[in-house]
């Protein structure tokens, strides 16, 4: 928890935020550590405020600092306020086995990115229906897209693979969920919906979004 609050936007920020953690039910926000959805909030409402994103309907909140044994990422939407989503997702094979501990934005490391990402289109790929992500931390995740750093459904990312092997499969990078959700998951953040992607990481505190929300 000492790590989270390190990366905290400053109070000034926060109450000014266009989305906070007040506008939910706190006993319906799942297992997220509320210090991580403030903090995601925050981004999102900086992101917004600079002009980087349209106001989303959705934000979508990764930690990667559970094992990707546990349900990690939530959906939620920002006009109901309301947790519409609760899932697994594997990191890539680059940042750890059960636990991701290594994050990076090159290229060919197959390492997952951290910060703040936006939705755009779908299409088919070889990973069946997928949703391309513009990463909009600089040096953090700005190479997502020619990485091909994309959410798609995958066959390792279910109960029943963590039951068998006590983690999830992994993937080249690209935040990676069941088969048996990514089609009406990806529907619901796809055009324009937010993804934040979270670790305690130094990397994390260069975000613009973060910190109170650096131009």
Not at 60 to 74: A, F, G, H, N, Q
Not at 84 to 93: P, S
């Amino acid at each position: 928890m000492l790590a989270v609050a390190l990366l905290l936007p400053n109070i000034a920020h926060a109450s000014a935020a266009s989305f906070a953690r007040a506008d939910f039910d706190s006993t319906a926000i799942g297992s997220i550590q509320p210090d991580v959805l403030d903090m995601a909030l925050s981004a999102a409402s900086c992101a917004v405020s600079q002009g980087d994103a349209a106001a989303p309907s959705t934000l979508t909140v990764i930690d990667y600092s559970k094992p990707s044994s546990e349900k990690r990422l939530w959906v939620f939407d920002l006009k109901s306020h309301e947790l519409v989503y609760e899932e697994l997702v594997a990191h890539g094979q680059g940042s750890g086995v059960n636990m991701a501990t290594q994050f990076g934005n090159e290229a060919e490391t197959h390492r997952t990115s951290l910060g703040l990402f936006k939705t755009d289109t779908t299409y088919v790929g070889k990973n069946g229906y997928s949703l391309r992500l513009d990463g909009l931390d600089k040096g953090l995740n700005d190479q997502a897209r020619d990485r091909a750093i994309v959410m798609h459904g995958a066959p390792y990312v279910s109960e029943a693979f963590v039951k068998a092997t006590g983690r999830l499969g992994r993937s080249w990078g690209c935040p990676a969920v069941s088969a048996a959700v990514a089609k009406q998951l990806i529907d619901r953040v796809k055009g324009g919906g937010l993804v934040f992607a979270y670790y305690p990481d130094a990397k994390l505190k260069t975000s613009k979004y973060l910190g109170g929300c650096r131009s």
